[in-house]
């Protein structure tokens, strides 16, 4: 899989959009985006996943660009409780066989009052 | 979306004996289950892959004997740390894979915080 980079920390006005981005040059044509966070002391929680189109639900927007090298994700009305690890993913979906999901670092954003 | 239930959330046990804990999916079945480990400040570490009816894929590392992982049913899997000692402890968490690509993630259980004594 894809290996993934993402800042380390992010600061967010509450009430504010919070884009987080993630860099996966090196994605291959089969590959999802996959976005998970994880709030402390809590298992991961799926957000969104895209292949190329963008993508929203009612968590938030997914924008991959069009070379697909690069993802972002919108958070369009941050509140406190979106303080978490967010964990951007490259994965490619088979039907059966060892693909667990591999998590990077991830972004630690916090949203400010 | 699909739910995964972990049990036990917390445990503290004493070194020397063993801690099994379950993790069920509850409106899907799960073919293809998860384990991971994560310790304080760091990122979850896949310890496993469980595959209901089969016998269980290890990562590099990580002891086949200790970890002990049984998938007997297509909504159960079961992690037993044996012989638990202190450096086991951890927050361990299972996943499930969903049956196929579709609207919603792996999705993960809650997590046990297992100490060691």
């Known amino acids: 899989d894809a290996k993934t980079t993402q800042p380390p920390s992010m600061d967010c006005a509450e009430g504010r959009a919070a884009n987080l981005p993630c860099n996966h040059s090196?994605?291959?044509?089969?590959?999802?985006v996959y976005w998970y966070r994880q709030i402390h002391s809590q298992g991961p929680q799926y957000i969104i996943h895209?292949?190329?189109n963008n993508e929203t639900n009612e968590m938030a927007s997914l924008i991959i660009t069009e070379d697909r090298k690069s993802s972002t994700l919108i958070l369009p009305h941050a509140t406190l409780r979106d303080t978490a690890v967010y964990y951007c993913?490259?994965?490619?979906?088979?039907?059966?066989?060892?693909?667990?999901?591999?998590f990077g670092k991830g972004t630690h954003l916090i949203i400010q009052p | 979306g699909a739910v995964v239930s972990q049990h036990p959330s917390r445990v503290i046990c004493k070194s020397g004996t063993s801690v099994k804990i379950e993790c069920r999916s509850l409106?899907?079945?799960?073919?293809?289950m998860f384990w991971y480990r994560q310790f304080p400040k760091q990122s979850l570490m896949l310890m496993a892959t469980?595959?209901?009816?089969?016998?269980?894929?290890?990562e590099q590392g990580v002891e086949k004997d200790k970890f002990l992982i049984n998938h007997a049913s297509l909504t159960l899997s079961t992690l037993t740390v044996t012989s638990a000692h202190p450096e086991d402890s951890s927050f361990y968490i299972c996943?499930?894979?969903?049956?196929?690509?579709?609207?919603?993630?792996?999705?993960f259980g809650s997590g046990t915080r297992l100490t060691v004594v």
């Open positions: 996943s499930a894979k969903p049956p196929r690509q579709g609207s919603y993630g792996y999705t």
């Open positions: 090196t994605i291959s044509g089969n590959e999802y």
């Open positions: 895209g292949l190329k």
């Open positions: 993913i490259v994965l490619s979906y088979s039907g059966g066989g060892a693909d667990g999901l591999t």
């Open positions: 409106d899907f079945q799960a073919t293809t």
């Open positions: 469980s595959n209901e009816g089969s016998k269980a894929t290890y």
